[in-house]
């Protein structure tokens, strides 16, 4: 299962946790911290998508996948590409960013048993240097847009 603070960025908070010992370790270790117990996906074992949102509408996504360790995150080893999304992924991806209400959102979706997409989590302050570098689009601008947009 996957242990998650509630408040961390770039993988740094998620924990895997393989046995039952581990799992009361961590939740002593854990006292006084807000977290979230988590199915593991074994099926997205070190691989993900993260989608860019602003005003209900994709934006940017990409690829993520690490050799090395179950989390995708760039920031932790992950390796990043463009990815064309399927009409499924670009649904949930938006019902997601809906659903919390975030005007802008950093989705991230795994993949379940036959590749369907799952809801990892949803950040309402992504970081979007990584996504730039990778597809060449500046979420900032599309936000910047939308602002704009929104005042006339
Ligand atoms: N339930 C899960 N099953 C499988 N992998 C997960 C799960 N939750 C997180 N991960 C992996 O760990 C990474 C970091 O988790 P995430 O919830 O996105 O936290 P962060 O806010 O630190 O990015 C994800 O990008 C994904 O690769
Ligand atoms: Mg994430």
Known sequence: MIIKEGHGSFGMKVYLIE???????????LRG????????IETSRGRDIRVNIVGGEIVAAMHRSSETDFRAN???????????????????AIRAAEAVGAEFAGVDLLYGDNEKPLVCEVNAAAHIRN???VTGINVADKMIEYILGKLS
């Open 19 to 29: 046995t039952e010992e581990a799992f009361f370790t961590k939740v002593d270790e």
């Open 74 to 92: 760039i920031t932790n080893g992950g390796v990043a590409s463009i990815i064309e999304l399927t009409a499924e992924q670009k649904e949930l």
């Open 33 to 40: 911290v807000d977290y979230v117990f988590q199915e593991f």
């Open 131 to 133: 996504i730039y570098n």
